[in-house]
């Protein structure tokens, strides 16, 4: 009754406004019609695979049968949330969770930025580009392998450990055996593999820096540091600040590949993460209701955190998703 | 000659020279193949009177065309000699099956078939049934996701050969409407799985469910395998030491201590990350099994909480700290154990002595010996908590999508016939195994599985020119292989093993409903984590022995009690079966 009462009275308004609106839209998509086709594509993307599936997140609160389908699986109210929630290691694997991401945003998030910057220097075009085909090798290579070359070089008498050994004068022995140095491992390792490939968008947003910017710089005499600080940076901000939302909103996420090819007893007390807890409970017993609410529980509190950090980035440097 | 062989030769004398009378059929001498009770009290009609062919095959080492010919493209088996306590069943009423039959088979096959649709034995069992077979083969190492894609698609195959992967197990499977019941279909359309399953106690009690309902085909074998897993001791290491095989945990110190002092620096490989800290080896000497057992009342056990778990960890973290066991067990990938295993740094393995039979002699001519599982005190027996049931190889079920289920049920059935056991244990007569004079086929040592035309090793032919894994009548002992062949000892350090050590510490087959199912999965993989935690924590050092007090409260809180009681209540429903 509210609602109705209410379109009746803006009514008049909505009406003189509507017309115009759609006018501009049909003005606009005849005018560019071919960059609206592009877009159909991507659209259909977004509604076939993202949207579409969401409907599927009922089953979060179902006991999931796959051969009694969709609709004759019985609905079990909150049980797997609950079951997360009271579960004994919920309050580890949160923790491990957001710590782990946390190191990830410490180090591999500023490693690319200062790669970039380091690159945007150099002037010597091959020692560039090798820097940069070097960095970018470790992207391609399959995680399993990457996996396997971290064990054979801590293993034992592997490289790391006997650089470690040297480093610190302490005998260590495999490296994947002590616990307060998986997350160094993992998130050390994962910039190895990750630093050049990230850094391709920095780049980017340098190159389209106003060179007029660098020469104004010069003429009061600016050293490299200088223009670095306070021409460079200052310019690609806003594409750090929408990445970093986007890590802030990635807190609660984990992949599962990669710690469960690097964890082992000795270590679940800092590698366990959601991820591969779900990967034990879940999906080794091929229990998607369960997986499927853990993973609704991350992705709200994501979402949570990407719109904290949102509004945040709004107000503070006016840069933001929306 | 004992009075038991003696007796069962003058019976089958009896059997045979009836059937000669009877039929008077050429060569009746040599005949064994007595009609069994079973065809005759059904009076199964028609069944094909094949010419024995026993005189000829038997004992023949260099078989015409011809001869090959028949034998693996006919079902005619009367060469074939009864080894075992009981005959194995030989209906072949079924075949070949009649029209245009392809079943599909969802099986995860061994890594060595690159094409399971072009295994020898399989297109020869095609042949033999009328049968054709369309595999469907997930990717190597991604079989457990495949099943549950293949199960949440809705879309099944006729049959799926090891449906325990369900979740909930078969039973569940068979609630949600995947699998079908063949309680009252086994009988009539696989005769020969339900003549051998119900020939022996231990078979028919391990492949019918608490209910009484029969819900697959099983791998079942003529007798309880040897345990597979132990203690292996380089032989040079003993004459290096000078020291006896220990069979005492002082004694085990003694030796690694020795063996440590005589250059092998890690003397005992105690295990790696693909777990092998729970082996019940050392373990078991306390008590302290892997997993549940069940105790001399029958009662069921966690082996986690028994009374000698500290000493047991104690014994570990002393040992660990005086470097005797390998410093990257916790750590260690399958590679990389076995590099050290056959490296000076290692004396004792803790494996199968059919691998370490691969590793160490065939690939490094190292020989060894195998020990029993460690004891206490001097002079107790040693425990182990394996023991085979009879069950082996693997199983099948028909699904509900299933079209034809009695042509599924005949091709399954085909592995529990006498042809059937020949040709999926022992391959192709001719270029793979040949028939010795007492009707047991073996093979020579020219054949294709030791000399493989693409020279692959045995490890690979064993898969490529017979099958390992399979519903059928395995006969392992016979026709592995690397147990049988020329030089190996693994077989004896099996055998000497399963017949030295006592297992009656170890639980039987048992199967949960549904719900406990679920509860059972949840509970054990809880407990589960913080076992392996805790444990692997205590032996490396990490966390003090008194620890493990603060391990016991967390597994009580988790639910120990409950876990205990689901499989108790199993195991007494195993009981009354």
Request: proline share 5%.
């Amino acid at each position: 009754m509210l609602t109705l009462q209410k379109n009746k009275k803006t009514g008049g308004s909505a009406v003189s406004e509507r017309p115009r609106t759609a006018a501009v839209i049909k003005k606009d998509v005849r005018k560019n019609w071919f960059p609206y086709l592009l877009a159909v594509p991507v659209l259909i993307w977004f509604i076939v695979f993202c949207y579409g599936p969401m409907w599927g997140l009922l089953i979060a609160f179902k006991d999931y049968k796959p051969l009694l389908g969709f609709s004759e699986s019985p609905w079990v109210g909150m049980k797997h949330f609950i079951d997360f929630f009271q579960g004994p290691y919920f309050w580890r694997v949160v923790k491990n969770t957001l710590l782990l991401n946390l190191w990830g945003i410490g180090f591999g998030f500023t490693a690319p930025i200062i790669l970039a910057l380091l690159l945007n220097e150099v002037r010597n075009k091959m020692f560039k580009r090798t820097v940069q085909t070097i960095t970018y090798m470790p992207h391609f290579i399959s995680l399993v392998v990457v996996a396997g070359m971290i064990h054979i070089f801590t293993a034992d008498q592997g490289i790391i450990t006997q650089a470690l050994q040297w480093i610190t004068g302490k005998e260590y022995s495999s490296l994947l055996g002590y616990s307060y140095l998986f997350r160094p491992l993992y998130v050390f390792s994962g910039i190895w593999q990750s630093i050049g490939w990230e850094s391709i968008i920095y780049l980017a947003a340098m190159g389209s820096i106003d060179t007029s910017l660098y020469e104004a710089a010069d003429m009061d005499g600016a050293s490299r540091l200088r223009k670095m600080w306070h021409v460079t940076l200052p310019q690609i901000t806003p594409t750090i600040v929408i990445l970093f939302i986007f890590a802030v909103g990635g807190l609660m996420a984990s992949g599962y590949e990669k710690i469960i090819l690097l964890y082992n007893p000795l270590t679940y007390d800092t590698a366990d993460v959601i991820g591969s807890y779900v990967y034990r409970r879940g999906l080794r017993e091929a229990s998607l209701s369960y997986s499927t609410a853990v993973g609704l529980f991350s992705a709200v509190i994501n979402f949570g955190l990407l719109w904290m950090t949102n509004s945040i980035a709004r107000r503070k440097s006016e840069v933001s998703l929306w | 000659m004992n009075i038991r062989i003696f007796a069962k030769r003058a019976g089958l004398l009896a059997a045979v020279s009836t059937l000669a009378f009877s039929t008077a059929c050429s060569g009746g001498s040599e005949a064994e193949k007595a009609p069994t009770e079973k065809d005759e009290a059904a009076g199964k009609q028609e069944q094909v009177a094949f010419k024995d062919i026993g005189s000829d095959i038997r004992g023949s080492e260099k078989p015409t065309q011809q001869q090959i010919d028949e034998v693996n493209g006919t079902l005619n088996d009367t060469y074939l000699g009864d080894i075992f306590d009981q005959p194995i069943p030989s209906d072949y009423s079924a075949y070949p099956v009649e029209g245009d039959v392809t079943l599909d088979v969802w099986m995860a096959a061994p890594a060595e078939i690159p094409d399971m649709n072009k295994q020898q034995v399989q297109d020869q069992v095609e042949k033999l049934t009328g049968i054709k077979v369309n595999f469907i083969t997930p990717p190597v190492g991604q079989e457990a996701d495949a099943f549950t894609l293949m199960i949440s698609s809705g879309e099944l195959p006729d049959i799926i050969i090891d449906p325990g992967r369900y979740p909930g197990g078969l039973e569940a499977g068979l609630n949600d409407g995947a699998f079908i019941d063949l309680t009252d279909l086994i009988e009539k359309n696989a005769p020969n799985y339900n003549a051998w399953r119900t020939s022996d106690e231990m078979r028919r009690k391990t492949t019918v469910t608490d209910s009484g309902r029969l819900l697959g085909f099983y791998g079942i074998a003529p007798y309880s395998e040897w345990m597979w897993f132990g203690p292996l001791i380089k032989k040079e290491a003993l004459e290096k030491t000078g020291l006896e095989v220990p069979t005492t945990i002082d004694e085990w110190h003694t030796f690694l201590t020795k063996a440590k002092e005589v250059g092998y620096t890690e003397p005992l490989n105690y295990g790696s990350s693909y777990g092998q800290i729970f082996t019940g080896i050392i373990n078991g000497a306390y008590g302290v099994w892997d997993w549940t057992f069940m105790d001399a009342d029958g009662k069921v056990g966690w082996g986690p909480a028994q009374p000698k778990a500290k000493e047991y960890l104690a014994t570990m973290q002393q040992w660990n700290k005086e470097g005797l066991l390998n410093r990257d067990w916790a750590t260690a990938d399958f590679n990389q154990r076995m590099a050290t295993a056959i490296s000076d740094k290692t004396a004792i393995m803790m494996d199968s002595p059919d691998t370490m039979w691969s590793y160490w002699k065939q690939q490094n001519d190292i020989d060894f010996v195998g020990a029993p599982n460690p004891v206490l005190n001097e002079g107790d027996q040693p425990q182990v908590s394996y023991k085979n049931f009879m069950r082996t190889g693997s199983s099948a079920a028909i699904t509900t999508q299933a079209e034809n289920v009695e042509a599924a049920m005949a091709f399954l059935d085909f592995g529990y016939s006498k042809k059937g056991w020949e040709v999926f244990n022992y391959g192709e007569y001719g270029t793979v195994h040949l028939i010795d004079a007492d009707g047991k086929p073996y093979f020579p040592a020219d054949s294709y599985i030791y000399k493989d035309p693409d020279g692959q090793p045995v490890a690979t032919t064993l898969h490529k020119y017979r099958v390992h894994d399979w519903p059928n009548i395995r006969d392992e002992h016979h026709s592995n292989p690397l147990i049988v062949a020329e030089g190996s000892y693994s077989g004896d350090i099996r055998k000497t093993w399963t017949e030295e050590m006592d297992a009656s510490v170890t639980m039987p087959p048992i199967t949960f409903t549904q719900e406990e199912a679920s509860r059972e999965a949840e509970l054990g993989n809880q407990l589960a984590t913080l076992r392996s935690e805790y444990f692997a924590k205590i032996i490396m050092g990490e966390l003090p022995v008194d620890a493990y007090d603060k391990f016991l409260q967390e597994a009580q809180k988790m639910g120990l009690e409950e876990f205990v009681a689901l499989h108790q209540a199993a195991l007494d429903r195993y009981n009354q079966r």
